[in-house]
């Protein structure tokens, strides 16, 4: 190998990184001439995909991650691209998305015998103290390289410590005189990520016992169905106990037309009056000066990251918490509940029927909402509409923020076909939408947006950036003309103040936006305006014979301001 540079790309490949998502700098030619030097010797080397923001670059990574499971990267210039991943760093963060995000770093030397030296003005105000600083209440490791004949030990450290649980972006620098110094004598061998937890066998059983005698007991969950398998070992648990299954869907964690299913906000009745509520994969198991279960209910926990070390003020407290994947606990769950189905059969059974026969009424009502006109049900209408068009194999990456419970009450689509960023930093459907189509190539690929979001995404990055990967995608766009949950909480805390004297809301109304369609069209994409739910159909036949054209899509669903 040539340099340090070229190690790199191989590492990279040898890592499983099938795409390398790019925003490049005076500082990446080293990175970017092995690629070619790669390319032109057919060894081995990530695709590079430009990225014309490094905010698209991540949230690519995430979607690709969501659809393939394999480790990914980006590489992005020193600290001004590392401060333009911005929100999407968030995301990664809080939605445990293995990413070694790479930066590079303005050169130390001055000296022109040293290849790769500082050669230009811009590469002073390009040092800071602490580039990494930005990163470290993000990034669960950062790490300089600071010789080429280290760059393997840490470069696979970082995906080690990427891919460990819970998983999260790692960061590593890497200044330009490192990239060309010779690679290590020895290829470093890769570090596996060890093993997800299984439960304690001992708290296993206790959970197991305490779930089995409750007589109200409820499920809440987030992100169980990231392990697709684990959705139907959920379900078999759920149906025995008669537990309804809140969903706050940041993966597809149970089917919506289940008689358990609660969604996630008609669950709340049932939380209100739980005897043991087992809390599986979910950051915020329910907010407490909304709905809570009572005092002296049974609290458990399963997660492979129970104690949330990284949200300061976490605080709900679990009688029982198991550190656990739920992919592996579940089936052992249902194992151990086994052994008290002799006792508790018949109270299962009375439990079931009647959280299903309350829940009836519910999916009843959400199938109103879906044929109805009235203007505060068209977001559900339209959903409902998006859901009957599109094909059975799409993959839908939700941010459709207010519209949220109603993609939970609509969107029907099998796990491991429904991603939500899990965390509140918007604007990562579009460039999710990337890395999506390119992880699961022939699949439609559809985000679900509001219209301040669309922005957010920074739409002309990611729609020609998709199209110079070949990863199309449709965007559907909730255009209710303006930030309605940031004019939620004005009214909500201040109902006799001036805004609602005054019926407005400037910081929050954009019905004037830029024109949706147009941004698709002058990015190489199309699209079309829609208003009416039986408008939808067609909008999607004709956007998804866009997108299998090779180029993106985008449906502007006029919504009434709310
Ligand atoms: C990067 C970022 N900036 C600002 C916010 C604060 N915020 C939360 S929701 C929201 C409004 C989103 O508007 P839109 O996508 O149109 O959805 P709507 O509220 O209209 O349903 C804003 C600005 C955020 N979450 N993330
Ligand atoms: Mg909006």
Redesign the pocket.
């Known amino acids: 190998m040539k340099d340090a540079a070229a190690e790199l790309v191989w590492l990279l490949a040898d890592e499983g990184v099938q795409h390398l998502f790019f925003n490049p700098g005076t500082d990446t030619a080293p990175i970017q001439e092995a690629l070619a030097a790669a390319r032109a010797s057919s060894s081995p080397h990530p695709t590079s995909v430009l990225c014309l923001h490094e905010h698209v670059a991540l949230s690519a990574a995430i979607g690709h991650h969501a659809l393939s499971g394999r480790p990914q990267a980006i590489q992005v210039h020193v600290d001004a691209g590392t401060l333009n991943v911005g929100?999407a760093l968030h995301n990664a963060q809080r939605n445990h998305s293995p990413v070694v995000v790479m930066a590079g770093r303005s050169p130390y030397s001055t000296d022109p015998a040293v290849p790769g030296h500082r050669d230009s003005a811009i590469m002073w105000p390009q040092e800071q103290p602490d580039q990494a600083a930005a990163m470290r209440a993000y990034a669960r490791w950062v790490m300089e390289v600071p010789r080429g004949r280290e760059l393997g030990r840490i470069v696979r450290r970082a995906f080690q410590v990427a891919q460990t649980e819970p998983r999260g972006p790692a960061y590593v620098m890497l200044p330009r005189e490192m990239l060309m110094d010779p690679p290590a004598a020895t290829r470093f061998p890769r570090l596996p990520a060890p093993r997800p937890p299984a439960p304690d066998p001992a708290g296993l059983t206790e959970l197991a016992a305490a779930l089995a005698g409750a007589a109200r007991p409820v499920i809440v969950t987030g992100t169980a169905g990231r392990t697709p398998g684990a959705v139907a070992s959920l379900v078999r648990i759920a149906s025995l106990v008669g537990a309804p299954v809140i969903d706050q869907r940041d993966r597809c964690n149970f089917p919506l037309r289940h008689p358990l299913y609660a969604g996630g906000l008609g669950g709340s009745a049932f939380l209100g009056e739980a005897d043991c509520v087992l809390i599986l994969d979910t950051d915020v198991p329910w907010v407490p000066a909304v709905s809570a279960p009572p005092d002296g209910a049974a609290i458990l926990q399963i997660d492979v990251d129970p104690a949330k070390v990284t949200m300061p003020t976490w605080a709900f407290p679990a009688d029982v918490a198991l550190e656990a994947d739920s992919a592996t606990a579940l089936p052992m769950l249902e194992a151990a509940l086994g052994e008290h189905a002799a006792e508790r059969r018949a109270a299962w059974e009375r439990r079931c029927e009647d959280v299903a026969g309350r829940l009836r009424e519910v999916h009843e009502g959400w199938r109103r909402r879906a044929a109805s006109e009235a203007p505060g049900d068209l977001p559900d209408a339209h959903l409902a509409a998006l859901d009957r068009a599109l094909p059975a194999d799409a993959v839908v990456l939700e941010e459709a923020?207010?519209?949220r419970p109603a993609c939970g009450r609509q969107i029907d689509r099998e796990p491991g076909a429904f991603f939500s960023s899990g965390a509140?930093?918007?604007?990562w459907s579009l460039g999710a939408g990337i890395g999506a189509a390119l992880a699961a190539p022939g699949r439609p690929v559809v985000a679900v947006?509001?219209?301040?979001?669309f922005h957010?995404g920074i739409p002309t990055a990611a729609l020609w950036s998709a199209h110079r990967a070949g990863a199309a995608f449709l965007t559907v766009v909730?255009g209710?003309g303006?930030?309605?949950?940031?004019k939620r909480p004005v009214a909500a805390l201040y109902p006799d103040g001036a805004s609602v004297a005054a019926g407005r809301f400037p910081e929050t109304e954009f019905p004037d936006a830029p024109d949706v369609v147009a941004i698709a069209r002058a990015c190489g994409g199309d699209g079309s305006v829609v208003s009416r739910p039986d408008e939808i159909a067609a909008a999607v036949e004709r956007g998804l014979a866009t997108v299998r054209a090779g180029r993106c899509a985008v449906i502007d669903v006029k919504l009434p301001w709310p």
């Open positions: 929100g923020v207010t519209n509140p930093s918007l604007g947006c509001g219209d301040g979001t957010f909730l209710n303006g930030y309605y949950a940031s």
